[in-house]
């Protein structure tokens, strides 16, 4: 007699595998929807997460390190970039057009360190809040924190004086005990701005847009009311776009502070109720 065929097992095997896997929703399934409609909170809510970075990513990143150190060698070398600091400055664009600097005055604020990172952190602290995650307050605080230290690192090494305080007519006035270059107005607003679109779910791309116009005119402006050179600000400009692009090689390192201060909370809510 011939041998039975094998095929009429495989009903049987699916169905006794099937009735082995454990019950509840798939291990991958999505989370249900709170009852208001809105997307889940706590870690199931995590955003999702930022690609690595391209081939096209890391080019724009080395053309921007490239445009910096060109930047940074045409004031150090005294080139025709120190002469267009000193046109735009003898020009006086405050005194030509009078009428723009109330308005211009009040707009740089959004730039100034203090009063940007308030708005943003304060935005930050809700999302985190209701996705669960310390990641949104950790992104913008590593990239300030990157900010800082490398901004304030070629400001002290080249002591640049501003426009206002300039001292002899084509001098690019370095090494005067003076904190201008590169812009920290307009490096602040390029890595503020910027780490909101950078955290955006749904308006990246609308995002990253105002971000953009809000760096550029607040670089503008500060040339506008001479508190800056032309090429602190695009220093500046350089050095936030650098940070930004920056981002995500540093996600292992956001990832890694989160869990970690997420571990602590919970070991010392634990031992709180042990305590109560």
Same mark, same amino acid.
């Given at each position: ?49 930022? &690609? ?5 990513? *890391? +080019? /724009? $990143? =080395?053309?921007?390190?490239? !445009? ?5 060698? #045409? ?60 990641? &949104? ?5 590593? *990239? +300030? /924190? $990157? =900010?800082?230290?490398?901004? !304030? ?5 080249? #002591? ?117």
């Amino acid at each position: 007699m011939p041998a039975p065929s094998t095929s009429r097992q495989f009903p049987n095997q699916r169905a006794e595998n099937t009735s082995r896997r454990p019950a509840g929703p798939a291990p991958h399934s999505p989370a249900p929807p709170a009852p208001d409609g809105r997307a889940p909170l706590g870690p199931a809510a995590a955003e999702p997460g930022w &690609p690595p970075m391209s081939r096209r990513r *890391a +080019l /724009l $990143l =080395l053309a921007t390190c490239a !445009g910096y150190l060109l930047v940074l060698a #045409g004031v150090l070398l005294n080139t025709a970039l120190v002469d267009l600091d000193w046109s735009v400055r003898l020009l006086r664009p405050y005194e030509r057009w009078p009428s723009l600097e109330p308005l211009l005055d009040t707009w740089v604020v959004a730039g100034q360190r203090g009063p940007s990172a308030i708005a943003a952190f304060a935005w930050l602290a809700w999302r985190a809040h209701r996705l669960g995650r310390l990641r &949104p307050l950790l992104v913008m605080g590593v *990239a +300030l /924190l $990157l =900010l800082n230290v490398t901004v !304030g690192a070629v400001k002290i090494v080249t #002591g640049r004086l501003g426009p206002h305080y300039a001292q002899y007519v084509g001098s690019p006035e370095l090494f005067s005990g003076g904190t201008i270059f590169p812009s920290g107005h307009t490096a602040n607003a390029v890595v503020t701005w910027g780490v909101l679109a950078y955290l955006a779910v749904r308006w990246r791309r609308t995002g990253a847009l105002i971000a953009a116009a809000t760096a550029c005119s607040i670089g503008l402006t500060t040339v506008y009311l001479g508190t800056h050179w032309v090429t602190d600000v695009l220093a500046g400009w350089a050095a936030g776009l650098l940070v930004l692009l920056s981002l995500p090689l540093l996600e292992p390192l956001v990832t890694t502070a989160e869990q970690w201060l997420t571990s602590r909370g919970r070991r010392g809510s634990r031992r709180d109720v042990r305590d109560g």
